[in-house]
Structures are given as structure tokens and as C-alpha cells.
């Protein structure tokens, strides 16, 4: 059974940088397309960066520069490092797995298979 388990969310001061993880279970990580996602107050959810089976990263507009993805090799656990945080990134962010997904829909929550229960990230002006 694939599982996965958020970590790291607390509350950072605008501009400031957070690390949140995301272990995986029940899987070879190297199997799966995997990706962040965030889902602020009163807002939908939203695709904050994916990493493809083949180590490609690709964001969305509003994090590129300012966020990466990336995954320890070791421990197949999953980082969203984001730095320069801004208020309207205060959400829950989640990760996300499936065994593949199509170029044009790596940011789309809906083809994700597994999810985790999502950390909590708020931001102080």
C-alpha cells in the first residue's frame, strides 16, 4: 500500500525560506511521477512543482525561481525547498504520486493516484 507522510510545515516570516518532506512508503520511488501541491484558505488546489521519473522538476509559474523540488536518492524522501515565501503561499501543502502522467498534466491534482494528509505552512507579513 502506497502511503505518504508530510512533514515540516510551520509558520515562516514572509521572505524567509522552509523545507517540507514527504516519505513515501509501499513503493520504489523511481516508480512514480511525484509532486507538490497547496491548497490556501478559501482557495483551490493548486500544482506547485512535479519531478518525473526521470528526475525532470517542472514548477508553476508563481514558485519558479523560488522553490525546487528534489528527492534524496537514499532515503527516496521528497523536499519542496521554498524560499523568498510569500503570504500568498500560506496553504496546506500536499504530495502526490502516480506511476506516470502525461507531459501536459504533471500539475494536475487529478491524476494523482496517492496523496498524503498534507502539512500546514503559514506565513507572517
Known amino acids: 500500500q502506497v502511503k505518504l507522510a508530510e512533514s515540516g510545515g510551520d509558520p515562516v516570516q514572509a521572505g524567509r525560506s522552509l523545507r517540507v518532506s514527504c516519505v513515501p512508503s509501499?513503493?520504489?520511488?523511481?516508480?512514480?511521477?511525484m509532486a507538490w501541491f497547496r491548497q490556501g484558505p478559501g482557495k483551490e488546489r493548486e500544482g506547485v512543482a512535479s519531478?518525473?521519473?526521470?528526475?525532470?522538476?517542472r514548477y508553476a509559474e508563481p514558485v519558479k525561481g523560488r522553490f525546487t523540488i528534489s528527492k534524496d536518492a537514499a532515503t527516496n524522501i521528497l523536499y519542496l525547498q521554498m524560499n523568498y515565501q510569500e503570504p500568498e503561499g500560506a496553504a496546506i501543502y500536499c504530495c502526490?504520486?502516480?506511476?506516470?502522467?502525461?507531459?501536459?498534466?504533471?500539475?494536475?491534482?487529478?491524476?494523482?493516484?496517492?496523496w498524503g494528509q498534507g502539512t500546514l505552512v503559514s506565513v507572517l507579513r
Open positions: 519531478l518525473e521519473r526521470d528526475g525532470v522538476a
Open positions: 509501499g513503493y520504489q520511488y523511481n516508480q512514480f511521477c
Open positions: 502526490a504520486a502516480a506511476p506516470y502522467v502525461g507531459l501536459g498534466y504533471l500539475l494536475h491534482a487529478s491524476v494523482y493516484f496517492f
